[in-house]
Protein backbone atom coordinates (compact mmCIF):
# COMPACT_ATOMS: atom_id res chain seq x y z
CA UNK A 1 0.00 0.00 0.00
CA UNK A 2 1.15 3.78 -0.88
CA UNK A 3 -0.37 5.73 1.12
CA UNK A 4 1.38 5.89 5.03
CA UNK A 5 0.28 7.32 8.48
CA UNK A 6 0.64 11.33 7.82
CA UNK A 7 0.01 11.67 4.54
CA UNK A 8 -2.29 14.30 3.46
CA UNK A 9 -4.92 13.09 1.21
CA UNK A 10 -8.04 13.83 -1.02
CA UNK A 11 -10.93 11.85 -0.86
CA UNK A 12 -11.87 11.14 -4.45
CA UNK A 13 -15.65 9.48 -4.08
CA UNK A 14 -18.70 9.02 -1.30
CA UNK A 15 -19.89 11.49 0.90
CA UNK A 16 -16.83 13.11 1.78
CA UNK A 17 -15.62 13.83 -1.65
CA UNK A 18 -13.58 16.82 -2.05
CA UNK A 19 -12.11 16.82 1.49
CA UNK A 20 -9.05 17.19 2.06
CA UNK A 21 -7.40 15.40 5.50
CA UNK A 22 -4.47 13.77 7.17
CA UNK A 23 -4.23 9.91 7.30
CA UNK A 24 -4.40 8.66 10.89
CA UNK A 25 -3.96 4.97 10.79
CA UNK A 26 -3.54 2.64 7.93
CA UNK A 27 -4.93 -0.85 8.14
CA UNK A 28 -3.09 -2.27 5.34
CA UNK A 29 -5.11 -5.98 5.24
CA UNK A 30 -7.67 -4.63 4.89
CA UNK A 31 -6.75 -2.31 2.39
CA UNK A 32 -8.24 0.60 4.57
CA UNK A 33 -7.13 4.07 5.97
CA UNK A 34 -9.09 6.58 8.59
CA UNK A 35 -8.76 10.21 7.61
CA UNK A 36 -8.72 12.78 10.08
CA UNK A 37 -12.78 14.43 9.29
CA UNK A 38 -13.83 12.07 6.92
CA UNK A 39 -16.62 9.21 7.40
CA UNK A 40 -17.85 10.32 10.69
CA UNK A 41 -20.04 7.71 12.55
CA UNK A 42 -21.81 7.98 16.00
CA UNK A 43 -20.82 5.13 18.77
CA UNK A 44 -22.99 4.36 21.53
CA UNK A 45 -20.67 4.42 24.31
CA UNK A 46 -21.80 2.19 27.64
CA UNK A 47 -21.08 3.84 31.04
CA UNK A 48 -17.56 2.59 32.32
CA UNK A 49 -15.19 3.98 35.30
CA UNK A 50 -13.67 6.14 33.03
CA UNK A 51 -16.05 7.44 31.83
CA UNK A 52 -19.11 7.06 34.14
CA UNK A 53 -21.89 8.66 31.47
CA UNK A 54 -21.44 7.37 28.46
CA UNK A 55 -23.07 8.84 25.52
CA UNK A 56 -23.04 9.39 21.83
CA UNK A 57 -19.47 9.99 20.89
CA UNK A 58 -18.71 11.13 17.38
CA UNK A 59 -15.79 9.43 15.71
CA UNK A 60 -14.09 8.75 12.06
CA UNK A 61 -14.44 5.36 10.68
CA UNK A 62 -12.07 3.37 8.03
CA UNK A 63 -12.22 4.23 4.38
CA UNK A 64 -11.09 2.02 1.35
CA UNK A 65 -7.88 3.01 0.26
CA UNK A 66 -9.04 2.92 -3.37
CA UNK A 67 -11.18 6.09 -2.70
CA UNK A 68 -8.38 8.72 -1.84
CA UNK A 69 -5.70 9.98 -3.51
CA UNK A 70 -2.47 11.76 -2.07
CA UNK A 71 -2.84 15.53 -2.31
CA UNK A 72 0.37 17.44 -3.65
CA UNK A 73 1.11 20.96 -2.23
CA UNK A 74 2.90 22.09 -5.06
CA UNK A 75 0.61 21.45 -7.72
CA UNK A 76 -2.45 22.23 -5.34
CA UNK A 77 -4.44 18.30 -6.47
CA UNK A 78 -4.52 14.98 -5.92
CA UNK A 79 -1.85 12.83 -7.65
CA UNK A 80 -0.79 9.23 -8.42
CA UNK A 81 2.73 8.13 -7.48
CA UNK A 82 5.50 6.22 -8.73
CA UNK A 83 8.69 4.86 -6.68
CA UNK A 84 12.01 6.34 -7.73
CA UNK A 85 15.32 5.04 -5.97
CA UNK A 86 17.42 7.81 -4.81
CA UNK A 87 20.95 7.22 -3.15
CA UNK A 88 20.07 3.65 -2.36
CA UNK A 89 16.37 4.05 -1.43
CA UNK A 90 13.01 3.65 -2.41
CA UNK A 91 11.34 6.82 -2.39
CA UNK A 92 7.79 8.44 -3.51
CA UNK A 93 7.84 10.71 -5.95
CA UNK A 94 4.04 12.70 -6.65
CA UNK A 95 4.01 12.45 -10.94
CA UNK A 96 2.30 15.58 -11.09
CA UNK A 97 5.14 17.39 -9.92
CA UNK A 98 8.02 15.44 -9.58
CA UNK A 99 8.51 16.34 -5.46
CA UNK A 100 9.21 13.79 -3.10
CA UNK A 101 6.29 12.95 -1.00
CA UNK A 102 6.88 14.20 2.57
CA UNK A 103 5.59 12.10 5.65
CA UNK A 104 5.39 11.77 8.83
Not at 72 to 100: L, P
Amino acid sequence: MRIKKGDRVKVITGAYKGTIGEVTSVFPKEDKVIVEGVNMVKKHQKPTQANPDGGIIEKEAKIHVSNVMLWDEKSKKASRIRMEIKDGKKVRVYKTSGKEVKGK
